[in-house]
Every structure is written in structure tokens, then in C-alpha cells.
């Protein structure tokens, strides 16, 4: 009997053996960002901030590791962690959540690499700031701020990072608007939820945008001008972010006039693309122009842009190419947080001149960043 369970305990621990050499040979390292190579250690995670729900304390390193199905066909993703008391565990990690990882060190060594660097600070509380980045630990990011001294910011608690150019640091930054328009044109970058202005246009114009969404807005345009009848316009708009600068998006101008014995429609369907952040874009759009339910059969192409120049002004233009010539507007904005005002200038191919024409004030409220 002994002898038989001596050789029944040879045969498992052979055959474990086999098992698990099988399964090294099945098993690839991942590299899951080159600043970490194959073994992320204990001070790649605390200047990473990855894996929070294992103790820096306790941690001494770990690896990503793809296993091959006998097929070849089916692979999985662990997480093999080693300890600083000798013990093992291993987490299973899906293509997303690996993925997530690689971000997030991405992200955190542009930080650590921009040690030095001016930053607008958001919290998701509300307030923001701007300081220099001084010190980046685990889950918090130290900066210094004028008058204040050094302040520690959790990272769970900061909505954006906004890195500002010297010239920006040296006048100064807040937020002014998320470039959703030029002077009356829409770009491709749609009012975030919850933020919203209202405008008057030429005196005798009124508007109100917001955003109901991230990417839809819905905005409403109609005159000031007591009359017999009336005018009502909608604006909404609907858009898609393709990368952290490119933009796509689409959206209807309808407005409908009321009185004199009957009502009528017409407006302008458009697609819309635009390059670039809130502060610097430009855009391209086409457009198709209706009357009660006729669409022109030659579109209208809209090219312009808007870039900032200080903290409060920025330069703005918009033109209309038609298979008759070209008219726009160029001009500029001055825009604080909350309150802006813009001066346009009329200009064209069949215009003879250049005049103003444009006079907006606007006020942004709800979301302000």
C-alpha cells in the first residue's frame, strides 16, 4: 500500500509538473507600456498610480501574461503579482481593462515628465485653479500656487488638466466656452451637458443654446421685433468626438414664420467637421438650403475658425462659398468666464466693402469649465 501511494504522489507531482511547464510554454509576456518594460516593480506603480487595490506597502512587482489555448484560437489576460512576503496571485484582465492600464500610464508619465509645468486645474467639486506641478505620488498631484504655496490635490477629485503655454501662464487662463460656434456658424464641438448661454444678436435678435448632452444640443433663435406675426427658429445639433482634436457633426437651422395670414418654413441642413480645441479650430461645413420641404440643388460650403490670442480675446472668421461668390464675417471676441461680447465685419465678392455687421453679447451659464 505504501508503495503504491508513493507512486501515485510521484505520478501527480509529474504530472503537475508537465502542466505547468505546458502552460509556460503557452504563456507570452506582454509588454503593457515600454516605460515599464515586462516586470512593473513597486515604484513604477506608485509613480503610475496603477493597481490601487494592492498595498504599496505589500507590493514588490508583477507582470502581464497571455495564455494561448491548445488551439491557439482563445487567449487570456493575467495580471501574476508577486509580494514581498514570497506569495502569488494572479487576476484575470480583460483586453478593455489592459488597455486601461496602458492609458493610464500614459497619462501619468506625461505627468511626471511635465514636473515644472503650468496646469489649469478643475476639481469635480467645482473650483479650479492654476498652479506649477511640483510632485506626482500614487493617488495625488502636489502644485504650487501664487500666494497659496504648495497644495495637494487627490487625483479621484480633479475633472481636467489643462497644460498652459508660458505666454498663457504669464496673462493668465480661464475657461471661456467649448469653441461650439465661430460668430453665428457652428463647429463640429457641441456645448457640454449642463452648459449653456443665451445671446442677443444685433439688437433684435435673441438666442438660447445648451447642451443636453456631450453630444447634443438643442438651441432655440427667433427676433425681438413686435409685428403681426412672428418668426421662430430651432438649432439643434447633434456631434461626435473621432479623436481628442477632430470633431464631426450635424444639425439643422429651421425656422418657421408665423402670421400674414399663413406660415411658412425653411432653414439649412448641414454637416459639419472641425480640427483643433476650444481655444484653436477650424472647420468646414456644407449645407443644403430648404423652403417649405425644396431643397436647393447647390449646397453652401462654410470655412472658417477661431483662434485665441490672449486670456480674453480671440480672432474669428466665417465664410459662405454659394455658386454666386462668397460672403462671411471676420472680426474677433472678448470673452470672460461667464459674459462675451463680438464685433463682426460683412464682407464678399459682391458686397464692395467691408462693414460692420455682426454686434453679439452673450452669457454663458450652467457649466461653466
Known amino acids: 500500500m505504501f508503495y503504491k501511494a508513493k507512486l501515485a504522489l510521484t505520478f501527480l507531482v509529474c504530472l503537475t509538473s508537465v502542466v505547468a ?21 513597486k515604484q513604477e506603480k506608485i509613480t503610475y498610480g496603477l493597481f490601487p487595490y494592492y498595498s504599496a506597502d505589500k507590493f514588490q512587482e508583477a507582470r502581464f501574461l497571455r495564455f494561448l489555448a491548445a488551439d491557439s484560437a482563445r487567449s487570456t489576460i493575467t495580471l501574476q503579482t508577486t509580494f514581498r512576503n514570497g506569495k502569488e496571485r494572479s487576476q484575470p484582465f480583460t483586453e478593455r481593462e489592459f488597455e486601461d492600464v496602458r492609458n493610464q500610464i500614459e497619462r501619468n508619465k506625461m505627468l511626471a515628465d511635465s ?71 457652428p463647429t463640429a464641438r457641441n456645448l457640454r451637458k449642463g452648459e449653456g448661454y443665451v445671446q442677443n444678436i444685433d439688437i433684435i435678435f435673441f438666442g438660447a443654446n445648451y447642451g443636453i448632452t456631450d453630444n447634443f444640443s438643442l438651441g432655440v433663435l427667433f427676433p425681438l421685433v413686435p409685428g403681426l406675426g412672428g418668426v421662430l427658429a430651432i438649432t439643434p445639433k447633434v456631434s461626435a468626438p473621432v479623436s481628442e482634436k477632430f470633431s464631426v457633426g450635424a444639425g439643422v437651422l429651421y425656422g418657421r414664420a408665423f402670421g400674414f395670414g399663413g406660415s411658412s418654413g425653411a432653414g439649412i441642413g448641414y454637416g459639419v467637421a472641425t480640427y483643433g480645441g476650444a481655444d484653436h479650430n477650424a472647420t468646414l461645413g456644407l449645407g443644403y438650403v430648404f423652403v417649405d420641404g425644396e431643397n436647393e440643388s447647390t449646397p453652401v460650403v462654410v470655412v472658417g475658425g477661431a483662434t485665441r490670442v490672449s486670456r480674453r480675446f480671440s480672432i474669428l472668421n466665417e465664410t459662405y462659398i454659394t455658386n454666386e461668390g462668397f460672403f ?15 464685433l463682426g465685419f460683412l464682407y464678399g465678392s459682391y458686397i464692395g466693402g467691408i462693414y460692420p455687421a455682426y454686434v453679439e453679447v452673450a452669457y454663458r451659464f450652467g457649466k461653466t469649465k
Open 21 to 41: 511547464h505546458a502552460q509556460q510554454r503557452n504563456a507570452n509576456v506582454l509588454i503593457v507600456h515600454p516605460a515599464v518594460g515586462e516586470t512593473i516593480n
Open 328 to 342: 462671411g464675417l471676420v472680426g474677433g471676441r472678448i470673452a470672460a468666464t461667464r459674459l462675451s461680447g463680438s
Open 115 to 185: 514636473l515644472g509645468q503650468t496646469y489649469f486645474v478643475e476639481l469635480i467639486a467645482g473650483s479650479s485653479f492654476t498652479g506649477v506641478l511640483v510632485a506626482q505620488r500614487e493617488t495625488e498631484l502636489e502644485f504650487t500656487i501664487t500666494d497659496l504655496g504648495r497644495i495637494t490635490i487627490q487625483k479621484a477629485n480633479i475633472r481636467q488638466l489643462v497644460p498652459l503655454t508660458p505666454a498663457q501662464a504669464q496673462r493668465g487662463w480661464e475657461p471661456v466656452g467649448n469653441g461650439t460656434r465661430m460668430f453665428f456658424a
